[in-house]
């Protein structure tokens, strides 16, 4: 069956870097555009970084700069670097996979991030 599973989150301190990673299963990893996205309590999921099956990425502009996504076809794993972490990223982060057809749509059950001194 599909499976994808998110590890990383925590506390972290203001300016402070964690690394969110995403392991896929039961999917042609290759050939789907994978996405991190993160919700506040109370407001609905938000995109924060997409990457292409082609390798082609686009950021949020509030995480522009700060945040890489990146990932590993071979290990089938997508990750996201997060530098620079400020307390309104705090929230709960999803991993998402997209493939070639609208029904395969498949999402994690998330990792908390905080962000606090």
């Known amino acids: 069956q599909v499976q994808l599973v998110e590890s990383g989150g925590g506390l972290v301190q203001p300016g402070g870097s964690l690394r969110l990673s995403c392991a896929a299963s039961g999917i042609s990893f290759g050939i789907n555009d994978m996405t991190w996205y993160r919700q506040f309590p109370g407001k609905e999921r938000e995109l924060v970084a997409r990457?292409?099956?082609?390798?082609?990425?686009n950021y949020a502009d509030s995480v522009k700069g700060r945040f890489t996504i990146s990932r590993d076809n071979a290990k089938k794993m997508v990750y996201l670097q997060m530098n620079s972490l400020k307390p309104e990223d705090t929230a709960v982060y999803y991993c998402?996979?997209?493939?070639?057809?609208?029904?395969?749509?498949?999402w994690g059950q998330g990792t908390q991030v905080t962000v606090s001194s």
């Open positions: 990457i292409t099956s082609g390798g082609r990425t």
């Open positions: 998402n996979a997209r493939g070639l057809f609208i029904e395969n749509d498949y």
